[in-house]
């Protein structure tokens, strides 16, 4: 089993910036690719994205690209996604997510956390 803990969601101003991070523990090393989802009201959950976990390959939804970062602290278990110039539209809880294999298809994913809202007003 793993345990993922989202931290550092919030509300900020349409341009502002924020990080979440993703306490991982238990049995990580039987995951190999770490993500983010989020899910607006009244609409599906979404990849934003991932990473894997033994290398520095990393993707992102296109509606992210060139905003968000996404890293780890492999030494103290950590997901990190470092998100910039934040739109109304980011408005959602954002979920981490640990599997074996980085896709957008949410199945892929074994582990799932509580989810971190994040809130982005005009």
């Known amino acids: 089993q793993v345990q993922l803990v989202e931290s550092g969601g919030g509300s900020v101003q349409a341009g502002g910036s924020l990080r979440l991070s993703c306490a991982a523990s238990?049995?990580?090393?039987?995951?190999?690719?770490m993500a983010w989802f989020r899910q607006a009201p009244g609409k599906e959950r979404e990849g934003v994205a991932a990473i894997y976990t033994r290398g520095t390959s990393t993707y992102y939804a296109d509606s992210v690209k060139g905003r968000f970062t996404i890293s780890q602290d492999n030494a103290k278990n950590t997901l990190y996604l470092q998100m910039y110039s934040l739109k109304p539209e980011d408005t959602a809880m954002y979920y981490c997510?640990?599997?074996?294999?980085?896709?957008?298809?949410?199945?892929?994913?074994?582990?799932w956390g509580q989810g971190t809202q994040v809130t982005v007003s005009s």
């Open positions: 997510a640990a599997g074996k294999v980085c896709t957008w298809d949410q199945r892929s994913y074994n582990y």
């Open positions: 238990g049995a990580t090393d039987s995951t190999y690719c």
